[in-house]
C-alpha cells in the first residue's frame, strides 16, 4: 500500500492541480472562485485530473501508449496503482478528495473509458451516442463537483449535471472545430453529418460549404436545447452547488457568437475573460434569486 503523503507534500499536489487548471482550463479555474475557499482545492483537484485525461489524446501519437495512461489512472482509483502514485500531484490531491468526501469511483473510471474512444477517433455514431459520451465525461465532472460542495448531502443536481455537462461539451466542440477539422478529426456524430448528405472526408476537404454550416447549426441547437434545460433545473439542486455549474453561465453568450460565426474553418470567436467572470457572476446572482424563490 502507498504510504499517504505528508501533509506539506500534499499541500504542493494541491497548489500543481491549481496552477494546472488556472493555465489550461481557465473557465472552471474562475468557476471554482465561486466555491467557498475551503472547497476551491478539492475542486480543482478534480477539474486537474479531468484534465490529465481529456489531454491524453493530444499528448500521444499512437493509441497504445495513450490506453497505457489511461489505464494507470484506472488502477490509481482502484486501489492498483503503482508506488509512483503518491508522487503525482495530481493522482495525490484526487485520491485525497475521493477519500476525504466519500465520492464513488465508478463514475471516474467510466470517464476514463469514455476517454479511449479519443484516441481511435472513430465518429460517434448518433447524437444519442454523443450525449451519453458528454454525460460520461463533462456531466460526470460536474456532478462530482456538486458532490463535494454538497458536503454529503444528496446534491439534487444530477438533472442539471446531466443536460448542462452536454450543453457545455457540445459548445466545446464547436470551439475547437477549426483547428480539429484541419487535423483531420470530428467529435460531430456521424448522423449529423448524414443528415446533411456529408462525410467526415468532405469536412476535412472543404467540401459543400453549406452543408457543413448546416452541421454547424444543427450543433448549436443541440446545445442551446440542453442549456435550456438545465437552466430550467437549476432551481431544484442545493444552493451550495453553484460552483459546480457557474461554467455554464459562458455557454450562452459563446452560443451567440457562433450562431453569428459563417465560416466554421475559421477559428471560432472566444470570450475575452473580461466577459466570462462578468457572466459567471451574473449568473450567480440569477442563481440566488432563483434559491430564494425555492
Request: proline content about 6%; aromatic content about 6%; hydrophobic content about 50%.
Amino acid at each position: 500500500m502507498a504510504v499517504p503523503p505528508r501533509p506539506e507534500a500534499l499541500a504542493a499536489a494541491f497548489a500543481h492541480c491549481d496552477t494546472a487548471v488556472r493555465q489550461g482550463d481557465k473557465d472552471r479555474w474562475l468557476a471554482s472562485l465561486f466555491a467557498p475557499e475551503s472547497r476551491r482545492p478539492d475542486l480543482l483537484a478534480l477539474y486537474a485530473f479531468n484534465l490529465e485525461v481529456a489531454s491524453v489524446r493530444e499528448r500521444v501519437r499512437e493509441a497504445l501508449p495513450g490506453e497505457v495512461r489511461l489505464q494507470w489512472w484506472r488502477d490509481v482509483l482502484e486501489g492498483a496503482g503503482r508506488g509512483d502514485v503518491q508522487s503525482h500531484p495530481v493522482a495525490a490531491a484526487l485520491l485525497d478528495v475521493v477519500t476525504r468526501h466519500r465520492l464513488p469511483v465508478a463514475p471516474f473510471v467510466a470517464l476514463i473509458d469514455a476517454r479511449v474512444a479519443d484516441l481511435y477517433d472513430d465518429l460517434l455514431p448518433t447524437v444519442g451516442d454523443l450525449e451519453g459520451y458528454c454525460g460520461e465525461t463533462s456531466s460526470a465532472v460536474m456532478q462530482m463537483a456538486a458532490l463535494v460542495l454538497s458536503e454529503g448531502d444528496e446534491p439534487r443536481s444530477a438533472d442539471v449535471a446531466g443536460h448542462a455537462g452536454i450543453a457545455y461539451a457540445v459548445t466545446g466542440m464547436l470551439r475547437s472545430f477549426a483547428p480539429l477539422a484541419a487535423a483531420g478529426r470530428m467529435q460531430l456524430p456521424a448522423d449529423m453529418l448524414e443528415a446533411q448528405g456529408i462525410t467526415r472526408d468532405d469536412i476535412v476537404a472543404r467540401r459543400n460549404p453549406e452543408a457543413v454550416r448546416a452541421v454547424w447549426v444543427a450543433a448549436i441547437a443541440l446545445a442551446r436545447r440542453h442549456l435550456t434545460t438545465a437552466e430550467a433545473a437549476l432551481g431544484s439542486a442545493d444552493s451550495r452547488c453553484l460552483a459546480a455549474f457557474a461554467g455554464l453561465a459562458t455557454v450562452g453568450p459563446m452560443l451567440d457568437r457562433l450562431s453569428r460565426h459563417d465560416d466554421p474553418y475559421a477559428l471560432a470567436p472566444d470570450l475575452p475573460q473580461w466577459r466570462r467572470q462578468w457572466a459567471m457572476w451574473r449568473w450567480a446572482r440569477r442563481w440566488a434569486r432563483l434559491e430564494r424563490r425555492a
